[in-house]
């Protein structure tokens, strides 16, 4: 059974630091395409950032202040997350989406809020 659970979320203050972290089991980590996004209530599902074998790419939203990175070793990925903005609020969750078949999976997300 594949499970993705994510965990790091919280209440951040503007400009302060959070790292979210996404357990991945039960499939062949190395051949999935990792991804983390986002989804405020009313707007639709965002692509944060996403990690494979050495390729990243990241929202223009984000780039400069999130770090995505991965650990083959212990199927896990982050997110690194600096400069935080209220705009970033969201619900954070991470997928794996098979480089060989159309295959993916959901976690079920974390909470990151940014305020003051």
């Known amino acids: 059974q594949v499970q993705l659970v994510e965990s790091g979320g919280g209440l951040v203050q503007p400009g302060g630091s959070l790292k979210l972290s996404c357990a991945a089991s039960?499939?062949?980590?190395?051949?999935?395409?990792m991804s983390w996004y986002r989804q405020t209530s009313g707007k639709e599902r965002e692509l944060v950032a996403t990690?494979?074998?050495?390729?990243?790419t990241y929202a223009d939203s984000v780039k400069g202040r999130f770090t995505i990175s991965r650990d083959n070793a212990t199927n896990m990925v982050y997110l690194q997350m600096n400069s935080l903005k209220p705009e970033d609020t969201a619900v954070y969750s991470c997928?794996?989406?098979?480089?060989?078949?159309?295959?993916?999976?959901w976690g079920r997300g974390t909470h990151v809020t940014v305020s003051s």
């Open positions: 997928k794996a989406q098979s480089i060989w078949t159309a295959t993916a999976y």
């Open positions: 039960g499939l062949a980590f190395s051949t999935y395409v």
């Open positions: 990690i494979i074998n050495g390729r990243i």
